[in-house]
């Protein structure tokens, strides 16, 4: 039973940071692709990066250069830093990954 909970969440202004984590806990057979998401108010759920088991990344284009996705495997959590905070960034993020989502963590982003 794998359940994964996002933490780091919070309020920030324009152009601040946020580290979001993803911490993976149960019974893991091996080690698969992870990935966060988010949704802003009254739109439909996007892809904003992955990373594969090997480590390779990939990220939507509206995120990339500020948002970085990296994994500590020794401790099963996956993280998502976000420099650059922009309003349009503003939503829940969901962790996702071993055919599970997260509860979802909120980030707001004011101008």
């Known amino acids: 039973q794998v359940q994964l909970v996002e933490s780091g969440g919070g309020l920030v202004q324009a152009g601040e940071s946020l580290r979001l984590s993803c911490v993976v806990s149960?019974?893991?057979?091996?080690?698969?692709?992870m990935a966060w998401y988010r949704q802003a108010p009254g739109k439909q759920r996007e892809s904003v990066a992955r990373?594969?088991?090997?480590?390779?990344?990939n990220y939507a284009d509206s995120v990339k250069g500020r948002f970085t996705i990296s994994k500590d495997s020794a401790k099963n959590t996956v993280y998502l830093q976000m420099d650059g905070l922009q309003p349009e960034d503003t939503g829940v993020y969901y962790c996702?990954?071993?055919?599970?989502w997260g509860q979802g963590t909120q980030v707001t982003v004011s101008s």
């Open positions: 990373i594969f088991s090997s480590g390779s990344t």
């Open positions: 996702n990954g071993f055919g599970m």
């Open positions: 149960g019974t893991l057979l091996r080690v698969n692709t």
